[in-house]
């Protein structure tokens, strides 16, 4: 762990692309809170809130959840005392509106990491993905496996299948990222805020990459 950095960052890419991954390893290595709205929108449908019940269908055949509603769930997180200092987002957000809506909240964002990764490789990488229904790790049977094989290694649940990562729904969900999500890189790229980084196939490489794109822009390189 390492205190001191109060950054506004966005992870961005393709479903698969690693986001989750190293949005995790950077809240861990700077203590900042990473904010997945995937992840609260899977817990809002395993407790079946109305939130969940209205976000369902959209989720399951590979579609983006309505922007009102994601909007919403992200301005009532990014209240919390938590966010003061700094965050992650890690899939959000994921259209323009989404992106126009954030600035409209007065949020300003010092970096935005664009994990670039191949349809390829996403398809790939998407068949192996595994992760807890408890606790939310996600591991990759080839790439990042759990050292307890079907078991989380952080809360011993057994590990699954997301839904989502069935393969027709993947390739839905990457014709949803062309369509509506990668406008985002030149929204931010226009903004000054962002960096690309080539997803590589070790998990560790992209995290050294992503690193030192972070460390360049805490010294102002
Ligand atoms: P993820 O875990 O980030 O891949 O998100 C899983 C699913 O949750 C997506 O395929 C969408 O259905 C929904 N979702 C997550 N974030 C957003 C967002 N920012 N806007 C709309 N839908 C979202």
Not at 95 to 116: C, F, R, S, Y
Not at 172 to 183: A, G, I, M, N, V
């Amino acid at each position: 762990m390492e205190n001191g950095l109060l950054m506004k960052m966005i992870f961005l890419g393709a479903p698969g692309a690693g986001k989750g991954t190293q949005a995790e390893i950077v809240s861990e290595k700077y203590s900042l809170p990473a904010i997945s709205t995937g992840a609260i929108i899977r817990e809002a449908i395993k407790n079946q809130t109305e939130m969940g019940k209205a976000a369902k269908s959209y989720t399951e055949s590979g579609a983006l959840v309505p922007d009102e509603v994601v909007i919403g769930i992200i301005k009532e997180r990014l209240a919390m005392d938590d966010c003061k200092n700094g965050f992650i987002l890690d899939g959000f957000p994921r259209t323009v509106p989404q992106a126009e809506a954030l600035d409209n909240m007065g949020v300003k964002i010092d970096l935005v990491i664009n994990i670039d990764v191949p349809d390829e490789k996403i398809v790939e990488r998407m068949s192996g993905r595994r992760v807890c229904s408890r606790c939310g790790a996600s591991y990759h049977t080839k790439y990042n496996p759990s050292n307890k094989g079907d078991i989380c290694e952080k809360c011993e649940n057994e590990l699954q299948i997301r839904k989502d990562d069935a393969p027709e729904v993947v390739l839905s969900r990457l014709k949803t990222y062309h369509e509506q999500t990668e406008p985002l890189i030149e929204f931010y790229s226009k903004l000054g805020v962002l960096e690309t980084v080539i997803g590589q196939e070790e998990v560790a490489d992209t995290t050294a990459l992503t690193l030192g794109v972070i460390e360049a822009k805490r010294q102002g390189r």
